[in-house]
């Protein structure tokens, strides 16, 4: 993807943020909200065969999305994927933005 297409994308997903070739987004949760929160999101992943990179804290969790099949560069699919987390994170009411 060019960097204008990465913008692009980014505008519409409110609340990603891009780290070098990576997007990330944090929410708030407590530890085991975000257990049940990882087996929804791992079962979306195998669905569509892209899997985020995922950080449990006690209080918060961090989700990481590239595609390593590109040589860890930005895809339509890191894209796509972070909008069906945005889609989970609702329906586990996960705080934005921990
Ligand atoms: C074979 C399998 O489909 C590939 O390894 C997929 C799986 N999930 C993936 N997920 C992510 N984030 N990047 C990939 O390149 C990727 N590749």
């Excluded at 049940?36 to 899997?51: N, Q, Y």
């Excluded at 909008?83 to 934005?96: N, S």
Aim: hydrophobic share 45%; no cysteine.
């Amino acid at each position: 993807m060019t960097d204008s297409a990465i913008e692009g994308r980014l505008l519409e997903l409110r609340g990603w943020s891009r780290v070098g070739d990576e997007i990330t987004r944090s929410f708030g949760i407590r530890y085991h909200g975000g257990v049940a929160m990882i087996v929804h999101v791992a079962d979306v992943e195998r669905l569509i065969g892209h899997h985020a990179d995922i950080d449990l804290r006690w209080d918060r969790i961090r989700f990481g999305i590239t595609t390593h099949d590109a040589g860890y560069k930005l895809t339509d699919a890191d894209f796509d994927l972070a909008a069906r987390i945005d889609q989970i994170a609702v329906a586990h009411g996960a705080e934005p933005e921990a």
